[in-house]
Nanobody, 127 residues
Framework: QVQLVESGGGLVQAGGSLRLSCVHS???????????MGWFRQAPGKEREFVAG????????RYADSVRGRFTISRDNAKNTVYLQMNSLKPEDTAVYYC?????????????????WGQGTQVTVSS
């Protein structure tokens, strides 16, 4: 079983920055480096949407059009952690942000590609 714990959310003014972290743990035969990792978000009244994804080695990343150039996903396989650096935040970035993981998917963007999910961390951007 895999556990994902997000942290780093909070309240920030528009134009500000936050860095989210997600620590991966669990008793499995796979290691963190075997997992594709992703960040998704869900705003009130809206569906959960893809934000960013990173491949096992960290060499490949993808971003939603709405965050490209402002957000950066990265991973530290030695620390079992994936990060989401969020700069130039906008009020429309306000949402609960979820970390997701999967050891078998070849895709980064679909929600259905990920088996494991964290509980989420709230990000609120004030105008």
């Amino acid at each position: 079983q895999v556990q994902l714990v997000e942290s780093g959310g909070g309240l920030v003014q528009a134009g500000g920055s936050l860095r989210l972290s997600c620590v991966h743990s669990g008793r499995t035969f796979s290691t963190f480096s075997d997992y594709v990792m992703g960040w998704f978000r869900q705003a009130p009244g809206k569906e959960r949407e893809f934000v960013a994804g990173i491949r096992k080695s960290g060499s490949g990343t993808r971003y939603a059009d709405s965050v490209r150039g402002r957000f950066t996903i990265s991973r530290d396989n030695a620390k079992n952690t994936v990060y989401l650096q969020m700069n130039s935040l906008k009020p429309e970035d306000t949402a609960v942000y979820y970390c997701a993981a999967d050891a078998t998917t070849a895709l980064l963007t679909p929600i259905t590609a990920y088996r494991y999910w964290g509980q989420g961390t709230q990000v609120t951007v004030s105008s």
